[in-house]
């Protein structure tokens, strides 16, 4: 087990609907990413958290937003909800001071948007 | 804009025998090439990396292949058993900074009994 949790496993919203995503770290891992899954597909990052503050982005469009808080915990938020926002969303944690091969992903959550 | 491109889709592999995933990247400055192994309902989980100052690296059955000039590695995994059937990833990313991993679009492994 890598140590990274992620809730709600499954998840069904219909479109314009806003939804929240969540992620437990690793004790000490103080650096969480995000990836979108499409069916199919590689990840693609979305955005980075380092120390509660955003430090990197991909081509993601605002209505993506994060959070990351003191105890290792961290939220994905996505707002009015698109059909092709269906997919496996992914949290990755590691420690800032160590290299990117420490970086582990949690199980996923697997959003659907009807 | 894909810019680690994967090759092949799918894959079927006799038990025993090797499987061989190719990837091609593009930007220059990515300087960590990672390998995930991703079984379903799972996250992807790291199974071997190199960096470009080496042209192989071996862990077990697991080598990967790199070749900077060409700008194309690969990953051989020798003795395939059917617990390898799996989604395999490569990846590269840029050490610094935000540290974004760029994922290929992946090869479904299917090893054969």
């Known amino acids: 087990e890598t140590g990274v949790t992620q809730s709600p496993t499954h998840l069904i919203k219909t479109r314009g609907q806003q939804v929240t995503l969540r992620c437990s770290s690793q004790s000490g891992h103080n650096t969480v990413s995000w990836y979108q899954q499409a069916l199919g597909q590689g990840p693609q990052f ?51 001071g160590r290299i990117a091969d420490t970086q582990y992903f949690g199980p996923g959550t697997r959003l659907t948007v009807l | 804009q894909q810019q680690v491109k994967q090759s092949p889709q799918s894959l079927i592999v006799q038990k025993g025998g090797i499987s061989i995933i190719n990837c091609a990247y593009e930007n220059t400055a990515f300087d960590y090439f990672p390998w995930y192994q991703q079984f379903p309902g799972k996250g992807p989980a790291l199974l071997i990396a190199i960096r470009p100052d080496v042209s192989e690296k071996k862990e077990g059955r697991f080598t990967i292949s790199f070749n900077k000039s060409a700008k194309q590695f690969s990953l051989h995994i020798m003795d395939s058993q059917p617990g390898d059937s799996a989604t395999y990833f490569c990846a590269a990313l840029t050490q610094g900074g935000s540290e974004k991993l760029v994922f290929g679009k992946g090869t479904k492994l299917t090893v054969n009994p």
């Open chain 1, 46 to 96: 979305i955005f980075q958290y380092y120390r509660e503050e955003e430090n990197g982005r991909g081509n993601f469009p605002p209505r993506f937003s994060g959070l990351q808080f003191p105890n290792y915990s961290s939220e994905l938020n996505v707002n009015a909800l698109e059909l092709d926002d269906s997919a496996l969303y992914l949290c990755a944690s590691r420690h800032s």
